[in-house]
């Protein structure tokens, strides 16, 4: 059974740095074809994807948050790790983790809210 | 960037009733296009790929269909679970899009 586990702080200062990791159980992050995207989800508003790591670990971006943004895989632990930098109050959102295998976003997992705010 | 834009943005339907979403894509993206399910405070459910096929165990009433820059989500008879928001994605180049989302609401 594939699953994924999103993990990282409910609270965020403005400025500061966020750290995200989704854990996967089920399937290893080495598998051919396999990646792991990150979508993030406003409050009441839209689905953005923000990046993909895969398997030989290539990496994708979102151009509008590529320079905030950096993705990468512990292969060992088998987590994604998503870190967004300059944070601000408009990173409000529910972070996402999903699993690519056939080329699409097949599973995924729970959420994880993060609220940035002084 | 690919821009994804859904139509309409809100659709007020009856159980029973036949219903298609579009979606547009700012160029084409071939067939690599996937519509997605949201229910309130949950995560999205993958339905469609590949414009039109359909993942396992979801039901034959949702067919999705074009290619290129065109597409449409239908629900043949709409069901009380199918009450949503459905998102079209494409994945054809470096950086995917989701469209802005289409809520279908009881009438």
């Known amino acids: 059974q594939i699953t994924l586990k999103e993990s990282g702080p409910s609270l965020v200062r403005p400025t500061e740095t966020l750290t995200v990791t989704c854990s996967l159980s089920?399937?290893?992050?080495?598998?051919?074809?396999?990646?792991v995207a990150w979508i993030r989800q406003p409050p009441g508003k839209a689905l953005e994807w923000l990046a993909l790591i895969y398997w030989d670990d290539d990496k994708r971006y979102s151009p509008s948050l590529k320079s905030r943004v950096t993705i990468t895989q512990d292969t060992s632990k088998n987590q994604v790790v998503l870190t967004m930098t300059n944070i601000d109050p408009v990173d409000t959102a529910t972070y996402y983790c999903?699993?690519?295998?056939?080329?699409?976003?097949?599973?995924w997992g729970q959420g994880t809210l993060v609220t940035v705010s002084s | 960037d690919i821009q994804m834009t859904q139509s309409p943005s809100t659709l007020s339907a009856s159980v029973g009733d036949r219903v298609t979403i579009t979606c547009r894509a700012s160029q084409s993206v071939s067939s690599w296009l996937a519509w997605y399910q949201q229910k309130p405070g949950k995560a999205p459910k993958l339905l469609i790929y590949?414009?039109?096929t359909l993942q396992s165990g979801v039901p034959s009433r949702f067919s999705g269909s074009g290619s290129g820059t065109e597409f449409t989500l239908t629900i043949s008879s709409l069901q009380p679970d199918d009450f949503a928001t459905y998102y079209c994605q494409q994945y054809n180049f470096y950086s995917w899009t989701f469209g802005q989302g289409t809520r279908v609401e009881i009438k």
């Open positions: 590949k414009a039109s």
């Open positions: 089920g399937l290893s992050l080495t598998t051919s074809g396999v990646g």
């Open positions: 999903a699993l690519r295998l056939r080329g699409v976003l097949d599973f």
